[in-house]
């Protein structure tokens, strides 16, 4: 399960499906991180940042 937490301490974090194995992922540079999309086949996690230009 991946998510974003936006406020004064902006990230984007995933953990097992029962909360467990918790992990930050990105925690620096981040505004208010939203809109998350994953490219399995690419390996790549992508989001929009609703504070940057």
């Keep these: 399960m991946y998510w974003t937490d ?3 301490h902006a990230k ?3 953990s097992s499906m029962d909360g467990s194995d918790r992990v ?3 925690n620096n540079n981040l505004g208010w ?3 998350l999309a ?3 086949a690419g ?3 992508l989001w929009a940042d ?3 230009e």
């Design 12 to 14: 984007l974090e995933r």
């Design 50 to 52: 609703a504070h940057t």
């Design 6 to 8: 936006w406020g004064e």
């Design 33 to 35: 991180p939203n809109g």
């Design 24 to 26: 930050i992922l990105i």
């Design 43 to 45: 390996s790549q996690l």
């Design 38 to 40: 994953i490219d399995k």
